[in-house]
């Protein structure tokens, strides 16, 4: 009787086994086919976007995407604006947080994709080292943008791309058009003394803002015709006297002086764009990597109230090719 007991045992061991393995499978199938449609409705997109589109045949429209922290989830909002709309976009530069959403762009998802994507990308930045060059590796942002592109190389995306970094030993303006597209986000977002400097053969790069805060005319060297540049960083609260707010906190402190740092030189590049989007960004820190949704609805409002300029100037630059 022992033994008949032992095999009953064993048998409901091992019919537990095969049930609990049927469900795995069922789960991989179930999240295989769902990526499958997703990827589909993806390249569905982007036919339809080719069919309407064809009334700015011949003009290359680019995106300039500024860096600004937890603010670039504002460049969601601005992507799917001219989505709804279909401005066709072949050309996108972006510097630090604008390089992240700029890469997931590029490479085709849609703005409601790149939301799903990071919305938990402050995890990402849970990547602690004991390093004296910054305190975040920086790695995870990179494994995380590579994940979600399928390892594809910069120059095989589907949209032209180009991710600004700094050279930490020159100072000069770097862009990134072709390699691991992960590891170029990844120094273009190396924020210094918080981020580890990225090394990429031999040399070691920092967040792109520090030379280009939106990069305008990189994405004029790459061809670009049309210019929308998307300005995340903060703005004085007097117009005119050149006055910000007060810091209340070490976060807004450390906030307005890369803000000043850079002033003069997002001046210089925004004077080359044919359109410039300020989304309403003022109650948002650097670092606030919680209120994704108000973000990027800002970013929403300020792209549909630069929709005209958009279409105009667009046109403009029609008539200058004929």
Known sequence: MKFFKDIKSILQLVILLFVLFALILG??????????QEDSNIVKKTEVNAN??????????GLALGGGGAKGFAHIGVIKVL????IPIQIVTGTSAGSVVGALFSYGFNAESI????KDVRYALIDFSLSSNGFIEGEKLRELVNKNIHNLPIESLTKKFGAVATDFSSGDVVMFT??????????SSSVPAIFQPAKINGRLYIDGGLTA????????????DVVIAVDISDKPTEEGKGTFHQPNSWFSTLDQSVIILLNTQLKKELEQADVIIRPD???IPFFNFFIMDATIKAGEEAAKAALPKIKQVIKQAQKRKK
Not at 178 to 187: K, L, N, S, T
């Open 281 to 283: 960004l003022t109650d």
């Open 213 to 224: 805060p939106v990069p305008v005319s990189q994405a004029r060297s790459m061809g670009a």
């Open 178 to 187: 072709e390699g691991d597209v992960g590891q170029a986000v990844r120094a």
């Open 52 to 61: 309407v589109s064809q009334e700015y045949e011949g003009i290359k429209i």
């Open 27 to 36: 789960f991989i199938y179930v999240s295989n086919t769902n990526r499958q």
């Open 83 to 86: 989505q709804e709309n279909h």
């Open 115 to 118: 939301q799903r994507i990071l």
